[in-house]
């Protein structure tokens, strides 16, 4: 069987990769009366009287909803939310392997923005934290705006933010390897949906200051009548030259190319023209826009995927639940860009500079200490920043 064939029938075998386990013992009338009626009214009491104390009373203060509406789950589109709970459900085993985080899947049966913003804000007071998931641009862009307006806890879209995350650990180690700047390097980013958009801002929030957006149309410029509400903004700080064309043209002279976009359209050609020793993230899943050997073959310097079967992979997991178990440790208000960038550098520190290759550039997505590595660096960031509450 190949892998997909083989998970198929491990998810029949499992009928679920998430369960609810009781922490508190029933086995006796005390234990009844403990946990439930009539003991049970006393921490009521006491959070109706400060709402705070759920935090402390209930499971709230480890708790994060994985939310969809399963528009974009995948590489597969808008397949519904029920077909996104396969993925929503593997996101919760992962919070709770890499970070000990509990998460609970929901999937909306909703396309409407409003209504979705309005359904999750209901249910947040039974939460610590939200992680959007797998919703479709520029939709998800909205929702998560919106929701950070209203919510007073952590709201984070980890196909946004944690993707830019991860890519920028591996950008930083990668650079150091080839020799170069994160200040004076050309970056090209192809793909300007959540993940290359989100891309974009985290790398120049890290230093880039040359950074050229491409999507299927060609080169993103400010002034183009033709583009949406997202495109426009991000093109108010990318593309300074105003360079026009499409992606060959885009990727002359760049020192780093990455690639959130669609399979085989990166040409080997287009990796000879990049600068010296270059750096070539092709992302895009389950094939990317160049296969690692023939980017080697045409003169990179550095590869990176988000494929497990090749060196260096690009993995969200990397990111997300670190970042949630030091967001609930300090119990901080929301996910601030200081934290994400202080994410980048911890998972960037844990590969020691004599370790650095071309092939080694970023930890093993089941190193189980990077999560705390992570929560640590969340954690600080959060107190220098003024957002954490414990």
Same mark, same amino acid.
């Given at each position: 069987?190949?892998?997909r064939?083989?998970?198929?029938?491990?998810?029949?075998?499992w009928?679920g990769k998430?369960?609810v386990?009781?922490r508190?013992?029933?086995n006796t009338?005390e234990d009844l009366?403990?946990a439930?009626?009539?003991? &049970? !009214?006393e921490p009521?009491?006491?959070?109706?009287?400060?709402?705070n104390?759920?935090?402390e009373?209930?499971?709230r203060?480890?708790? &994060?909803?994985?939310?969809?509406?399963?528009?974009? @789950?995948?590489?597969?589109?808008d397949?519904?939310?029920e077909a996104?709970?396969?993925?929503?459900?593997? $996101?919760?085993?992962l919070?709770k392997?890499?970070?000990?985080v509990?998460?609970?899947?929901?999937?909306?049966?909703s396309?409407?923005?409003d209504?979705?913003v309005?359904t999750?804000?209901?249910l947040?007071?039974?939460?610590?934290g939200? %992680?959007?998931? =797998?919703?479709?641009?520029?939709?998800?862009?909205?929702i998560?705006?919106?929701l950070?307006?209203?919510?007073?806890?952590p709201v984070?879209?980890d196909?946004?933010?944690?993707?830019?995350?991860?890519?920028?650990? !591996?950008?930083l %180690?990668?650079? $150091?390897?080839?020799?170069?700047?994160?200040?004076e390097?050309?970056?090209v980013?192809n793909?300007?949906g959540?993940?290359?958009i989100?891309?974009?801002?985290h790398?120049? %929030?890290?230093?880039?200051r040359?950074?050229?957006?491409?999507?299927?149309?060609?080169?993103i410029?400010?002034?183009?009548?033709?583009?949406?509400?997202?495109h426009?903004?991000i093109? $108010? @700080?990318?593309n300074r030259?105003?360079?026009?064309g499409g992606? !060959?043209d885009?990727?002359?002279?760049?020192d @780093?190319?990455?690639? &959130?976009?669609?399979?085989?359209v990166?040409?080997? =050609?287009?990796?000879?023209?990049?600068a010296? $020793?270059?750096?070539v993230?092709?992302?895009?899943?389950?094939?990317?826009?160049?296969?690692? =050997?023939?980017?080697?073959a045409?003169?990179? !310097?550095v590869?990176?995927t988000?494929?497990?079967?090749?060196?260096?992979?690009?993995?969200?997991?990397?990111?997300?639940?670190?970042?949630?178990r030091g967001?609930?440790d300090?119990r901080?208000?929301?996910?601030n860009?200081e934290?994400?960038?202080?994410?980048?550098y911890?998972?960037a520190?844990?590969?020691?500079?004599?370790e650095?290759r071309?092939?080694?550039?970023?930890?093993?997505?089941? %190193?189980?200490?990077?999560?705390? &590595?992570?929560? =640590?660096?969340?954690?600080?960031?959060a107190h220098e920043?003024?957002?954490?509450?414990?």
């Open positions: 069987m190949n892998i064939e083989e998970s198929l029938q491990k998810h029949y075998e009928q998430i369960e386990i009781s508190a013992p029933i009338r009366s403990l439930y009626t009539p003991g &049970v !009214a009521c009491m006491v959070i109706h009287e400060d709402i104390k759920s935090y009373l209930t499971r203060s480890n708790l &994060v909803a994985v939310i969809t509406d399963g528009t974009a @789950v995948l590489g597969l589109g397949i519904g939310p996104g709970m396969p993925v929503m459900e593997g $996101k919760c085993a919070f392997e890499f970070a000990d509990d998460a609970f899947p929901l999937c909306i049966r396309k409407d923005v209504e979705i309005r999750i804000y209901l947040s007071g039974s939460f610590g939200i %992680n959007l998931e =797998d919703i479709s641009a520029p939709r998800c862009f909205e998560e705006r919106k950070k307006e209203i919510c007073d806890i984070f879209h196909d946004q933010h944690g993707t830019a995350i991860v890519v920028a650990a !591996a950008l %180690n990668a650079l $150091k390897v080839v020799g170069k700047k994160i200040g390097v050309k970056v980013i793909g300007a959540s993940a290359g989100a891309i974009g801002k790398l120049l %929030n890290m230093g880039v040359n950074l050229t957006m491409v999507d299927r149309f060609g080169i410029c400010e002034g183009d009548d033709s583009l949406n509400e997202a426009a903004a093109a $108010k @700080v990318t030259e105003k360079l026009t992606l !060959a885009a990727m002359k002279g760049a @780093v190319f990455i690639g &959130v976009s669609a399979p085989g990166v040409s080997q =050609d287009m990796i000879r023209s990049m010296d $020793k270059p750096i993230f092709p992302m895009a899943n389950p094939t990317p826009e160049i296969m690692p =050997d023939e980017a080697l045409a003169g990179a !310097a590869v990176g988000g494929r497990s079967d090749f060196p260096n992979q690009i993995n969200n997991v990397l990111a997300f639940p670190g970042i949630f967001a609930l300090c901080a208000s929301c996910i860009e934290m994400k960038v202080a994410t980048s911890a998972l520190s844990m590969i020691p500079e004599e650095l071309a092939d080694n550039i970023i930890v093993s997505a089941l %190193n189980k200490g990077v999560g705390r &590595v992570v929560a =640590d660096a969340v954690i600080k960031a920043t003024g957002v954490a509450r414990i």
